[in-house]
């Protein structure tokens, strides 16, 4: 087994962190047949508070700066490689991959390469910075899906968000849940794309009629696949 170490700088937000490592977990059985514990990969997981605010607009200054000196020290502790389990962070993703000597995978890039053929109408659940940024939109328009958004949408989904991050009740939360794929469902959506690393767990139940591609999930098996090739 290699020892190349897997850089992995998470916490963004907290609750994402153990179900991104779990899916890297899963992703070493499914693709190589990991058993014994000998089997997995050395992993530094940096859970990084970054200053991020669902109800005020994002200090980029604070933010790049804060992620890029999480970067900075998993590259000093060893890492090879680095994941960011934080569609946000992508933001600034040019300079911070700039900032470091060692590859830093594109989350955003990975996910739009999953985009399964057969869509013909997408939504994107995201944060609203992410969202706003349009990290995920100029590519899907010249994939030629068609971008599917309503106005109450994103406000669906910043509560859901902060429902998820705040440790509301979980009947609340899967309501708010249901509400939104609902929606998208009733407006036509075949394809959802989830570009937030918190709703990540929601996922795994749901057994509509929807295909819910996760951009995390999309992130740790590219982190395996590369992490193997090294």
Known sequence: MQTNLMGILAGMGPRSTAPFIDLVVNECQRQYGAQYDIDFPPMLIYSLPTPFYLDRPLDHCAMEAT????????????????????????????????????????????????????????????TQPTVEAKLYQPAINRMQFELVAQTDWQAQANRLIHAIKTGQNLAQTHRLWHDLLTAYAAAGVDTVLIGCTDITPLTAAYQGPLTLLDATQCLAAALVAHWRQM
Do not use: F, W
């Open 67 to 126: 992620i890029g000196a999480g970067l900075q020290h998993l590259e000093r502790s060893g890492a090879a490689l680095i994941a960011m389990p934080c569609n946000t962070a992508h933001i600034y993703y040019a300079q911070l991959a700039r900032s470091i000597q060692i590859p830093l995978l594109n989350m955003i890039d990975l996910a739009l390469q999953q985009v399964p053929s057969s869509t013909k109408r997408i939504a994107l659940l995201a």
